[in-house]
């Protein structure tokens, strides 16, 4: 049981304030939308994809791949969780 009230980490990476929780809340979202377990990975800890536009492209239809391509962030642009 943990005792301190800070933020679990990702180990092993330069997180830029991303807790584990909001990550994992959010592979878990694209996974129960059909997105495969890689890609849910990569895409869960960006929040410059749009997590509810991601899963309404798949809901209308669209390849989990063809959305996360759709609503890729421009070269650079990053926006930790």
């Known amino acids: 049981m943990r005792t301190d009230s800070s933020p679990t980490r990702l180990p092993g990476r330069d997180t830029?304030?991303?807790?584990?929780?909001?990550?994992?809340?959010?592979?878990?979202?694209?996974?129960?939308?059909?997105?495969?377990?890689?890609?849910?990975?990569?895409l869960a800890p960006d929040c410059t994809f749009d997590l509810h536009a991601l899963i309404e492209l798949v809901e209308r239809g669209c390849?989990?791949?063809?959305?996360?391509?759709?609503l890729a962030p421009l070269a650079g642009e990053r926006k930790p969780c």
């Open 16 to 42: 830029g304030g991303e807790t584990l929780e909001v990550v994992v809340w959010r592979e878990r979202q694209l996974l129960a939308a059909g997105f495969d377990r890689p890609l849910a990975a990569k």
């Open 63 to 70: 390849s989990p791949d063809l959305a996360a391509r759709i």
